[in-house]
Structures are given as structure tokens and as C-alpha cells.
């Protein structure tokens, strides 16, 4: 290529008059045989070779009589490069050619032809055979789509923060861990793996997938779970059993991206007796952790020495012992469905409801109270309460339901009813009409009081005596005595004030033995 000479008067002349020629430029990059990339800044007028060293980093100015100005892509190659060689290491080489690239300025190989600067990425496939080894095959492919040659080594990747040379340009191949790095270079060459080492592979590839290429799982890889993210590890505790005794099962928790796994305790401890750092199971692959292994044991030790609970239980220790770990425990509890049929636990505080009504005796009758303790759609009488805290008991079995006594509910009702001395009975307490209003106050502020029919009929008799039914005279009273009207409902009045112990009295008056009726 011919070498710009010094300008004629022509070209002078229109120097003169303000007319400049535009100088364009070029990169040319080689790399030695250490690794080293090496960049030669060129610049040209009109085809013709400009030497740098008659240039300068200004705009415009006037080199052997010509009044030229550099395009900006010259002037970003002189600012970055300067006016002669600049050798760099591939970590700064790549970053700076892409500078120069996106500036407009054409990178060229020392024959000339296009130097490509760019990101590549992995295009592959895994495969999980019978014997769960894993075969992988992939290739590093340009954003043009080229399949590039892969770099001989991941450790010297690595330290170039992923750039790497061919001999059609410079690259920048992703990178992950160093065990990863290193399969997947082997993978351009097609790899296989057994042992610990292809789950490992697996979970890191699965955890890199989107930052580095696209892989093609076929169907027994898609399906098989890496259960490694210790960060999520939990306690778990398995009950199960049936109607008559449940047992309890400590273990680990171990989850994956998808999906969770749960392993006994036994078996965890003998996945970290065999050294092994992952164990096959049904659905993929579960890490071992001692740390998380150890913890658990000494955990549920340490747990069941503070809370007596046993291994296995039966009566009234299945809802003591499923409500305390739903309730109260660190485990992540899951309790199977024949053991949810069987055993339905009802552990919430009562709200007490008190039905009056009226016992009727041979001359006398009775406002009866009876406690009644409701929890949620399940309700307890007072003896069925009573009877359980007598025993010592602390549940109440209904059906396939477990219900847990309010014992505090249960003592303030007692304590009321032997500061009101009520007479016990067989459903509740009974005392005397005159009483009510007290005992009302009292109990309405410990729940709900509800009227039953026969209550209320007491009441309504009580507001409008023309509706209390006739009472017989006294047999001593010849058989010719009668009543008017007005005198019958006052007789009935007082039979009926006296029946219900109400304390009243009053007089008869105008008796007529012969009165009509």
C-alpha cells in the first residue's frame, strides 16, 4: 500500500480555502505465542498509508501539506492505542478491542481479514443412562453462530476472566466454578460422569444454565431432582399410624429447585457414614450434610428429653402430641392422611353458653343453669368436662375428633357456682326462681345465656298471670265453694308464686259460697 506523500500546490490550495480530507483508521491484532495481544494502530487518506508519528490527536490539522481531520473512529484509536504498538493481556485486551470495535474502528488479523471481538456461549445436550451416568456433550458457539475451537485450559480461562483466543479472534467464554469450568471444556469433546460427580455436575450446571448457553435434558434428567440447597434444609417429623397409635419420625428435609425431599433420620445417618457426598434416591440425587445431619439428631434428642415426647403414641398422647408439634415446635410436621382421618384435632379455646331452663318437681320447681362449651363446631357439656378433669384428662374423644378441655374456662364456672352455693344436678346447677337475677349477672359475664322453652314460658306466665294454668282448690273446701273469675287468677297466682319460691303473698277477698262462677 502506498505511502502518503507531501501535498501539491493543488491540493495546498484547497487545504487554503478550508476544504480538509478525512483520515480513517484501522486496528491490526496479533497475539505471540505467551498469549499476549498485540494492537498496531493504522491510519490512511485516501487509501494511501498515513505513519503515525506524523499525526496527532487533534481533530483537524495539516500533515506534509495537507490539511486533513481525523474520523472519529481515528480519533478513538489514537486516544485508546496511541500512535504505535500496544501489547496486552487477554483480560484487557478483550474489554478494549470491544471499545474500539463499537467505535466504529475495523479490527483486522496481520493477514487483514476481519478480527472478531465478541461473547460466546455453550449449546449442548445431557443425557442419564440406566446405570445414572451422565453423558454431555457441548460446543462453544459465537453470537454469529460459529462454533469456535474451546481454550486448552480452564485455569488460565479463569484467570482471563474468561477471554480466550482463536485465530479468527478474541472471545470471552463463560464462566462459572472451577469444577465446571473444567467439565464443561471437556464436554467439547463429549464427557462422561458417574459417582458423586455427575449429580455435582447436574446441580451447578442446572444453578449456571441461564448465564452460560442453553442445554437439551432428555426425559430422565428433565425428572431428576438435585435435593442440594442446604440453606433450606429443615427439621421434619413424620406421623404417622392409625386410629390406635401413631408413631413419630424424625428426619431431614432436604429441597431442590422443584421439589423437596424427606429422608428418616436413620437413613440420613447412614448416607453420612458412607463418606458418599450425595445418595441416590427414588427422584434424583440428595446431598449430604453432616452439619444439617448432626444438628437434626442432637435436635430431636435434645427435643423429645424437654417435652417427653415419645416415639410412639397412643390414647390421649396422639392429640397432645400432634397439637404440640403443629402448634408449638420448630419441625416442619407432616402428619399422613390415615392418622389426619383418624385423629382430628380440635385444640381452641371454649366460648361458654348457659341455658336456663325450668325443672318442675312434685310442688315445687326450679330454674336450672347448664354450662354448655363450645369449641368451634364441636361443644362440651359441663359433666362431660368435669368428668374428663376428674380423670385427669385433658382431651375429650368425639368420634374421630379430639377435643382439648378449657380448663380455664371450665375452673371460672366453677368458682362461680360455688360462690352462688347452686344446688348440683345431673346436667347443671339448679336454685330458685327468686335468684335469677343474680345468678344472670353473674353468668352472663363468663359467656352467653340462651332461654329454652321451658324458660320462657316461666317468664311469659311471670309478665301476664291470665296465662298460668288453673290451680285445684283445696279438697278440705265444700263442693259447693266457687270463685269469681278475678279471685281464680289470684288463687293461681299465688300457687303459682309459691310453686317457684318467689316469696309473695297476698289476700283473697269477696268469697262468696253461693257466687256464680
Not at 480555502?17 to 499476549?36: F, K, L, M
Not at 491510519?43 to 508519528?53: K, N, Q, R, T, Y
Not at 424427606?262 to 441416590?280: C, D, H, I, M, T
Amino acid at each position: 500500500m502506498a505511502t502518503i506523500q507531501p501535498a501539491g500546490l493543488l491540493r495546498r490550495f484547497v487545504g487554503a480555502i478550508g476544504i480538509s480530507r478525512e483520515i480513517t483508521a484501522c486496528a491490526a491484532v496479533d497475539v505471540d505465542s505467551h498469549g499476549r495481544v498485540s494492537v498496531t494502530p493504522r491510519f490512511f487518506m485516501d487509501g494511501e498509508l498515513v505513519p503515525p508519528h506524523l499525526l496527532s490527536g487533534d481533530s483537524a490539522q495539516n500533515i506534509l501539506g495537507h490539511r486533513v481531520r481525523l474520523s472519529p473512529a481515528a480519533k478513538t484509536l489514537w486516544e485508546r492505542v496511541g500512535p504505535g504498538k500496544v501489547q496486552w493481556a487477554k483480560s484487557r485486551a478483550g474489554p478494549n478491542l470491544e471499545g474500539l470495535r463499537d467505535a466504529g474502528v475495523e479490527l483486522q488479523d496481520p493477514d487483514g481479514s476481519r478480527y472478531t471481538v465478541g461473547a460466546a456461549h455453550y449449546e449442548g445436550e445431557v443425557h442419564l443412562d440406566e446405570r445414572d451416568r451422565i453423558r454431555a456433550r457441548a460446543d462453544l458457539v459465537s453470537q454469529d453462530g460459529i462454533v469456535l475451537p474451546p481454550p486448552k485450559d480452564a485455569h488460565e480461562l479463569r484467570s482471563d476472566d474468561g477471554w480466550y483466543t482463536t485465530s479468527s479472534g478474541i472471545y470471552r467464554a463463560p464462566t462459572t466454578s472451577p469444577r465446571l469450568d473444567e467439565t464443561l471444556l471437556e464436554a467439547t469433546r463429549t464427557v462422561q460422569l458417574s459417582g458423586d460427580a455427575a449429580p455435582e455436575f447436574l446441580s451447578e450446571l442446572r444453578k449456571a444454565k441461564g448465564s452460560i448457553g442453553t442445554f437439551a435434558y432428555d426425559a430422565a434428567v428433565e425428572k431428576t431432582e438435585i435435593f442440594d440447597r442446604s440453606n433450606f434444609t429443615s427439621k421434619h417429623m413424620h406421623v404417622d399410624g392409625d386410629a390406635e397409635r401413631v408413631n413419630l419420625k424424625a428426619g431431614v428435609e432436604y429441597h431442590g429447585s422443584r421439589a423437596s425431599h424427606v429422608e428418616p433420620l436413620e437413613a440420613a445417618q447412614k448416607s453420612q457414614a458412607s463418606g458418599r457426598a450425595y445418595r441416590r434416591v427414588d427422584d434424583g440425587w440428595v446431598r449430604v450434610n453432616d452439619g444439617v445431619v448432626d444438628d437434626a439428631v442432637q435436635y430431636a434428642q435434645a427435643y423429645r428429653k424437654a417435652t417427653r415426647t415419645p416415639n410412639v403414641a397412643t390414647g390421649e398422647e396422639i392429640p397432645e402430641v400432634i397439637s404440640r408439634l403443629q402448634h408449638d415446635s420448630p419441625w416442619h410436621v407432616y402428619v399422613t392422611e390415615p392418622v389426619k382421618d383418624a385423629h382430628r384435632i380440635v385444640d381452641a379455646r371454649a366460648r361458654a353458653r348457659f341455658e336456663f331452663s325450668v325443672r318442675h318437681g312434685p310442688r315445687r320447681s326450679l330454674l336450672e343453669l347448664s354450662p354448655i362449651y363450645d369449641h368451634e363446631r364441636f361443644s362440651l357439656t359441663h359433666k362431660e368436662v368435669a368428668a374428663a378433669q376428674g380423670a385427669g384428662n385433658q382431651w375429650v374423644r368425639r368420634g374421630k375428633n379430639w377435643i382439648r378441655v378449657d380448663a380455664a374456662k371450665f375452673g371460672q364456672v366453677e368458682k362461680a357456682v360455688e360462690r352462688e352455693k347452686l344446688e348440683k344436678t345431673d346436667g347443671g346447677f339448679r336454685f330458685p326462681a327468686a335468684r335469677r337475677h343474680e345468678v344472670l349477672e353473674v353468668f352472663s359475664r363468663l359467656g352467653t345465656i340462651e332461654h329454652t322453652a321451658s324458660y320462657n314460658e316461666f317468664l311469659a306466665k311471670l309478665a301476664d298471670f291470665t296465662r298460668i294454668e288453673d290451680a285445684p282448690l283445696p279438697s278440705s273446701l265444700a263442693p259447693t265453694f266457687r270463685l269469681r273469675s278475678y279471685q281464680k287468677h289470684g288463687y293461681n297466682w299465688l300457687v303459682f308464686l309459691r310453686r317457684y319460691d318467689l316469696n309473695f303473698s297476698g289476700p283473697l277477698t269477696e268469697i262468696h259460697p253461693a257466687a256464680p262462677y
